[in-house]
């Protein structure tokens, strides 16, 4: 029940406060009433039980990967670690 | 790197899980013993489904928490959810994890089964729509979960109100994330090092709800998201600050937690429910202040008071073998039991643990078992 799952904005329909999403390829309606902000088209949110919860930043995801690019390059580097 | 890899793909690089474990490995030696307590049953099958606890040291242990709401949900609440569903006049109305749990007889499959009218729903949302199409019915939301699901319930109440909907009640059985654990570090049963908070709850509440914690027992949190490489981000956090002597609150996963949580959500719940002096957890017993009931404004729609003469006080006892309420308390592993695999099976599950997708017994069954203790 509880995992929340990356959800693209397709559409939204502002009188109901209502959007449609696609989680990897399915389609579904979900409330914005829990959404501090109003999301816009394209957007990434979080889904959980019919609701979006929140906004995902990309760049954050981006700047996580980054990190381990980096973490990984080290570890060649250095020869070490890789098991 | 397309969207579709930034949000599903790039966070289960197995190039990057195995440079992350390694660090991990190398950081710790020397460190003794690190028992880091997942609190959410969702981590639990992350790290067994992607054996996360094969890729740690010896020293590194991961000890499962109570954070699965239908493990901890008590016989006498299920008990109360069928008695209603087999009024005549009922419709009961909950979310799909309830179907099998087992009540002291028998699941709400069973009564559904038997002819009581029991809907098992996606969304809370969709109680509106069957409320709509049994206007002579008596519909009931049973409404379980942590904090990710409480402020869904809200959202119906409030939808609910505005649309003129006057024949669905509730029956609240909302439960709460930081009085749970703490209840756990209290007791001398869990030996736990450090915590990793679920990213969901978080979302939510903000990363704020563990700074007590942190604060009273000197433990590192981090709360993670549930890809593989989030939790090891947390692991490898934890070990820092261990390294370092330290114990903070951190955020992992921040591309959608921030320490101050949804504002919008939090200010529904405020307005919907209070909090319950106390509420009996399966496993845990009694903890004060740890879940929450309907606000007085909305004391009118509270099945748990109108139907209260037909709930029987006596919940007949889990099985005497079932290890769950241990499990839920970090002191024992689904191994430990008796039971675990013969007879105990998902298809045949003896305690809730083995009932629910996000119980622990479930997912040693489902992703095996092997465990370096
Ligand atoms: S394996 Fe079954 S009987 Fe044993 S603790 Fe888990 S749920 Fe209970």
């Known amino acids: ?83 | 790197m397309t969207a579709e890899e930034l949000h599903f793909r790039a966070f289960r690089n197995p190039e990057h899980i195995r440079a992350l474990a390694a660090l991990i490995a190398q950081q710790a030696q020397g460190l003794g013993p690190v028992r880091i307590m997942e609190v959410c049953g969702g981590h639990t099958h992350a790290i067994m489904q992607h054996g996360l606890h094969t890729l740690m040291p010896e020293n590194i242990q991961f000890i499962h928490g109570p954070g699965c709401p239908v493990c901890v949900m008590p016989k006498a609440r299920i008990d109360q959810a069928i008695a209603l569903a087999k009024e005549p006049e009922v419709v009961l109305v909950t979310l799909g994890d309830m179907i099998k749990v087992p009540g002291s007889d028998g699941s709400l499959a069973d009564a559904r089964a038997q002819g009581a009218a029991v809907h098992f729903v996606y969304s809370p949302l969709d109680a509106l729509a069957i409320a709509a199409k049994h206007p002579d019915k008596q519909v009931v939301f049973f409404a379980i979960g942590f904090e990710t699901t409480t402020p869904m319930s809200a959202a119906l109440i409030e939808s609910a109100q505005r649309a003129g909907v006057s024949n669905l009640l509730f029956h609240i059985n909302h439960v709460t994330v930081p009085e749970a654990v703490s209840a756990i570090l209290d007791s001398d049963d869990a030996q736990i090092d450090a915590l990793i908070g679920p990213s969901h709850v978080s979302v939510i509440t903000g990363a704020q709800i563990y700074q007590p914690l942190v604060d009273r027992f000197q433990l590192p949190v981090v709360v993670s998201g549930f890809e593989p490489l989030d939790i090891l981000e947390g692991v490898h956090r934890i070990i820092t600050q261990k390294r370092a002597g330290e114990a903070k609150l951190s955020i992992q996963y921040t591309r959608s937690v921030t320490y101050e949580g949804n504002p919008t959500a939090q200010a529904l719940i405020a307005r919907t429910f209070k909090k319950r002096e106390s509420f009996e957890w399966r496993g845990l017993g009694a903890i004060a202040q740890s879940a929450w009931q309907l606000a007085d404004r909305y004391s009118h729609l509270d099945a748990e008071t109108i139907y209260a003469d037909r709930f029987e006080a006596n919940p007949r006892e889990d099985h005497q073998a079932c290890l769950c309420g241990t499990i839920l308390r970090g002191a024992a592993k689904p191994t430990d039991c008796p039971l675990f695999k013969h007879p105990c099976t998902p298809q045949n599950p003896i305690g809730s643990c083995m009932v629910s997708s996000e119980g622990a017994c479930a997912a040693y069954y489902r992703y095996g078992q092997e465990v370096r203790l």
């Open chain 1, 1 to 83: 029940m509880c995992l929340s799952i990356p959800s693209k904005i397709v559409s939204i329909d502002k009188e109901h406060n209502r959007a449609q999403v696609d989680t990897m390829g399915v389609g579904r309606e979900v409330s914005l009433d829990l959404m501090p902000e109003p999301p816009q088209i394209g957007d990434y949110v979080l889904i959980h039980i019919g609701f979006a919860m929140n906004k995902i930043d990309e760049a954050d995801a981006l700047e996580s990967i980054k990190l381990f690019e980096e973490l990984l390059a080290a570890q060649d580097e250095s020869g070490q670690g890789l098991p």
